[in-house]
């Protein structure tokens, strides 16, 4: 599944070019051309990675990327600035507040991409085709098969996306809808409480290792999958 960029950008023409190379590089862009709107955007599902910029009407882009690291839901969110300010002290600044990196208005899109890949490898250091690892459970996308010392694990495909998404996207905290969203995707119509059976099928899966305590209940908000 693509991940979801909120690109927010006052500058019409800038945010449709933004829009256009995030869908030719197979990305899901969605945009918010103003302080408000770009809060108002900041539900779930969640964006994957925000393109911030600096200078908005109603507020700044800081004063945004502030709110986004002050809450739980949404401090593990990547943020890049885009700013037409080059001074190194407004680059510090942005970076302070939490801001993963920065662009510099003009850019070129060949260094926006890579710039975005760079903080995305940060957050989730694996792409869709890569074998991922973590503590000895081994999950292979391409050949469907997860194994733990090197002893095959059986599971269901549901369970397979899940467990994927999880490993490709750990230590943070996920609500049921946007797993929903994420594993089984907006088009499909599945209550939330669906979720939890698919958790427990999945720790079940993985428990003849060990590794069902990776899977963590966080009360009152979700599940989280982690090393820690």
Not at 29 to 42: E, G, K, W
Not at 202 to 226: C, E, M, N, W
Request: glycine content about 6%; some cysteine.
């Amino acid at each position: 599944m693509s991940r979801r960029i909120l690109v927010v950008e006052d500058e019409a023409p800038i945010r449709d070019m933004l829009c256009f190379v995030l869908e030719q590089n197979g990305y899901q862009p969605y945009t918010a051309d103003s302080f408000d709107a770009a809060l108002n955007q900041l539900v779930e599902p969640y964006p994957d990675l925000v393109l911030l910029d600096w200078m908005l009407p109603g507020g700044s882009g800081i004063q945004i990327a502030k709110k986004i690291k002050q809450h739980e839901v949404t401090r593990n969110i990547p943020i890049i600035m885009i700013t037409a300010r080059g001074e190194e002290e407004d680059k510090v600044r942005g970076l302070e507040v939490g801001a993963d990196d920065y662009v510099t208005k003009p850019f070129s899109p060949k260094e926006l991409m890579a710039r975005i890949k760079a903080v995305i490898r940060r957050v989730a250091p694996t792409s869709l085709d890569d074998v991922i690892e973590v503590q000895g459970l081994k999950l292979d996308p391409v050949s469907h098969r997860v194994s733990a010392a090197d002893q095959a694990l059986d599971m269901g495909p549901t369970e397979f996306r899940l467990l994927h998404f999880f490993m490709t996207h750990p230590e943070r905290v996920y609500s049921r809808e946007q797993l929903l969203d994420h594993v089984w995707g907006t088009n499909v119509y599945v209550e939330d409480r669906t979720v939890d059976v698919h958790i427990r099928r999945l720790r079940k899966a993985i428990s003849p290792s060990g590794h069902d305590r990776l899977v963590q209940t966080v009360r009152g908000s979700g599940y989280r999958f982690s090393a820690k």
